[in-house]
């Protein structure tokens, strides 16, 4: 499904109920499988990767498929590899099957999984064979993802000797790091973070009652249309004290045009006339903030530079890539620096006008939601594979036409190939 995109005709306005946070979502339901679900989350996020996580958590065949849902093929990789006495193999999309994931089975094997690669070396399908796991001292580059990381970690309590892990190499994505540290002494687990060493005794996870945020990650999306189209928006359901590293989505925009204020629960989210003329950041801690904040700097015609974005590349899609090519149909000449940088100094190219915009998605979600405001500017912007928000934010599409802006159902390449 390709949509056509008009914007609002008037100044676009309206309270967003913002989804919940899958991060948190799959963090929770792993912890809560990890004290035989004896608690009760209120709600979990209604998207695709969540309900990858509950049904594989629920199902008893010996084969589970995540699709395309990385965050499930970390920690069910970890979860699976201690449950003693089950063999499951676990598959994916052929996106996720060339996606790297022998870091963490390293790491499990070292802590006594049975875990063997199916096809390719370092890549799913993994069978695994699940078992107590020792655990004990591991060192693990923390430059790649997070997400092998907190998967070890949510285990490590109910690993026999409990788990010393040291993280090596310049750690990326750390508020994750941090959410799911937090999150498991919401479940009754204490832990120790000093410098790069992460320590965890063995202990016993206790049952709780949790309610699940509001996802920082969405309300990004429309911190970028406040920002292109100075309109009046309020976003509900965030938390002020977020475990979410990308709450920090309010401070990058404020040198992009756009100030905060809570008004009791609800974010209400400002045009302001000051704009920062070269944005310069680091976003290693918020690396899933990248596409929004690198469209809107573009449109705004802000040169950038931000770095700390290596884990790009092992996304749904290569994204320093999907960025730069996407950006270069809308005339923005993207340099990719040390496959760790994005930079624009304001160079641009000459566009065929002539032929609507079509934009490739990649089956990632993040790119169809970060290049859909720009509809604000280019009226009849058509977005490929529009359906792939499913994957975090199902209610995106209602969500715009709620504030106004108009989608078309229609066929990308017929109407290409028709002019």
């Known amino acids: 499904m390709d949509y056509c995109i008009f ?88 996106r996720m099957c060339n996606r790297p994931i022998a870091l963490l089975v390293d790491a499990l094997r070292q802590c006594g999984a049975s875990i063997e690669y199916v096809d390719k070396e370092g890549y799913p399908p993994l069978k695994i064979h699940g078992c107590r796991l020792a655990g ?14 907190s998967a070890l970690l949510m285990t490590a309590p109910l690993m026999e000797h409990g788990l010393k892990l040291t993280l090596t190499d310049g750690i990326v994505s750390l508020p994750y790091i941090k959410m799911t540290l937090g999150l498991m002494k919401e ?76 008004d009791g629960d609800v974010m209400e989210l400002m045009p302001s006339p000051d704009l920062t003329p070269r944005i310069t950041l680091d976003m290693s801690e918020q690396p899933d903030l990248a596409q929004t904040v690198v469209v809107t700097c573009a449109m705004l015609g802000l040169p950038f530079h931000i770095t700390g974005l290596s884990t790009l590349k092992i996304k749904e899609t290569d994204r320093l890539t999907a960025l ?42 993040r790119m169809a939601m970060a290049f859909a405001p720009v509809a604000l500017y280019i009226p009849g912007l058509i977005i490929r594979n529009a359906d792939v928000v499913t994957k975090s934010y199902p209610e995106y599409w209602d969500h715009l036409r709620s504030i106004g802006f108009t989608t078309k159902e229609v066929d990308a390449d017929t109407l290409l190939n028709n002019i």
């Open 7 to 94: 914007p609002p005709e008037e100044m676009p306005e309206g309270i967003i109920d913002l989804p919940l946070s899958k991060s948190i979502s799959n963090r929770v339901l792993i912890l809560n499988a990890l004290t035989g679900n004896r608690g009760r989350i209120e709600r979990t996020a209604e998207c695709d990767d969540t309900a990858v996580m509950l049904t594989a958590l629920s199902q008893t065949s010996d084969e589970v498929n995540i699709g395309a849902a990385g965050t499930a093929m970390r920690f069910l990789t970890a979860y699976f590899a201690m449950q003693p006495g089950r063999t499951v193999t676990i598959t994916g999309t052929e």
């Open 324 to 365: 730069r090519d996407e950006l270069r149909k809308l005339s923005f000449v993207i340099d990719i620096v040390d496959d760790n940088a994005l930079e624009w100094e304001g160079a641009r190219c000459p566009v065929d006008t002539s032929h609507p915009v079509v934009i490739d998605t990649y089956q990632d979600h």
């Open 136 to 149: 004990g001292d591991i060192t693990l580059p923390a430059s790649v993802s997070s997400q092998y990381v």
């Open 187 to 262: 479940w009754g687990v204490d832990s120790d973070f000093t410098d790069n060493v992460i320590t965890v005794e063995p202990q016993h996870y206790t049952p709780v009652d949790f309610k699940v945020e509001a996802d920082w990650s969405a309300a990004s999306y429309w911190y970028e249309i406040e920002a292109l189209s100075s309109g009046d928006l309020s976003l509900r359901g965030l938390s002020r004290n977020s475990l979410q590293g990308d709450s920090h989505v309010a401070d990058f925009f404020t040198g992009l045009g756009v100030n905060s204020e809570w």
